[in-house]
């Protein structure tokens, strides 16, 4: 059976406002990224006592940091949001869309850390981890 390869067609990063009906505004200029957007079961081992091969459970799943860059523009209203998020330690809301036929959309809070690569010969770029404090929902 031959499978034939398709392009994937990249994915929207938003950010929450924060406001009581919240509206979320996509981060312009993403260069690269996200990655690591999953779900990461975490196990305990157990060896039975009549066994010579130990067992495995899951427990809880973890969530990984998300991270991605950006063309960076101090200007832009959502590069400033996630600048001061991080810079304040203040959790925001995010939702990543991978813009394929399926159009998954991962929704959470997570808290934001940034560093600005500054190129006097050519663009800025934000790189951004995003942690998750919580779950990650998906529809």
């Known amino acids: 059976m031959a499978v034939a390869a398709t392009a994937a067609k990249g994915a929207v990063v938003a950010i929450g406002d924060g406001a009581t009906v919240e509206t979320f505004n ?41 991270t991605f860059d950006v063309l960076y523009d101090s200007a832009d209203t959502q590069h400033a949001a996630v600048v001061t998020s991080a810079k304040n330690k203040t959790k925001k809301n995010y939702k990543i869309t991978l813009t394929d ?39």
Do not use: R
Request: net charge negative; proline share 10%.
């Open 26 to 66: 996509a981060l312009g200029n993403v260069l690269s990224g996200p990655n690591a957007i999953g779900f990461e079961p975490q196990f305990i081992e157990a060896m039975p006592h009549d066994s010579t091969n130990p067992i495995s459970k899951p427990t809880y799943v973890k969530n990984p940091a998300i």
């Open 101 to 139: 036929t399926g159009a998954e959309i991962y929704s959470f809070g997570a808290y934001a850390s940034v560093s600005v690569k500054a190129d006097p010969e050519g663009f800025n770029v934000m790189s951004v981890t995003l942690t998750p404090d919580g779950g990650i929902t998906y529809a």
